[in-house]
Antibody, heavy 120, light 107 residues
Framework: EVQLVESGGNLVQPGGSLRLSCAASGFTFSSYWMSWVRQAPGKGLEWVANINKDGSEKYFLDSLKGRLTISRDNAENSLYLQMKSLRAEDTAVYFC?????????????WGQGTLVTVSS | DIQMTQSPSSLSASVGDRVTITCRASQSISSYLNWYQQKPGRAPNLLIYGASSLQSGVPSRFSGSRSGTDFTLTISGLQPEDFATYYCHQSYSTLQTFGQGTKVEIK
């Protein structure tokens, strides 16, 4: 059974940093592009970033470039999102998702999400 | 960036109704258009990929179609479990985008 389990969400002060993790199981992690998608409270879905199978290609939402790092450890079946200089508007549930086929694939499996709250 | 304009933002319907939700892309995205259903407090669930392919395990009352840069999700015979929010998603561009969502409520 495919499972994606996010962790690392927390309450953080404006300007702070946070590292989110996504533990994958039930499939060959190294064979899939992976993405992060976020959802602010009461709002819609927003694609954040994705990474290719071996971690050599990475793409980010323009407004977040420079503040985010996406990475993966295929030996540990884990995906990461490092966020810095956090702002109130970064408050959201962050989901990791698996992309079907390749970079242009739909997201066929999602984690349950981890909540990031940016507030003083 | 490619903008996805989804409409309506909400609708009220009754069990058994046929419901149509539309998404328009700001430029060509071929058929790289996907539809998701999301219920409160839950992760999204893939319904349709590639504009018209039904994801495994999704009821056949859900269908998708494409006409140029216009995409449609149709629910034929709305069921109680279908009351939720629906999102379109373009995966054509390296910078992917979602529509604003359509909340389907009980009339």
């Amino acid at each position: 059974e495919v499972q994606l389990v996010e962790s690392g969400g927390n309450l953080v002060q404006p300007g702070g940093s946070l590292r989110l993790s996504c533990a994958a199981s039930g499939f060959t992690f190294s064979s899939y592009w992976m993405s992060w998608v976020r959802q602010a409270p009461g709002k819609g879905l927003e694609w954040v970033a994705n990474i290719n199978k071996d971690g050599s290609e990475k793409y980010f939402l323009d407004s977040l470039k420079g503040r985010l790092t996406i990475s993966r450890d295929n030996a540990e079946n884990s995906l990461y999102l490092q966020m810095k200089s956090l702002r109130a508007e970064d408050t959201a549930v962050y989901f990791c998702a698996r992309a079907m086929y390749d970079s242009s694939g739909s997201f066929d499996f999602w984690g349950q999400g981890t909540l990031v709250t940016v507030s003083s | 960036d490619i903008q996805m304009t989804q409409s309506p933002s909400s609708l009220s319907a009754s069990v058994g109704d046929r419901v149509t939700i539309t998404c328009r892309a700001s430029q060509s995205i071929s058929s790289y258009l996907n539809w998701y259903q999301q219920k409160p407090g839950r992760a999204p669930n893939l319904l349709i990929y590639g504009a018209s392919s039904l994801q495994s395990g999704v009821p056949s009352r859900f269908s998708g179609s494409r006409s140029g840069t216009d995409f449609t999700l149709t629910i034929s015979g709305l069921q109680p479990e279908d009351f939720a929010t629906y999102y379109c998603h373009q995966s054509y561009s390296t910078l992917q985008t979602f529509g604003q969502g359509t909340k389907v409520e009980i009339k």
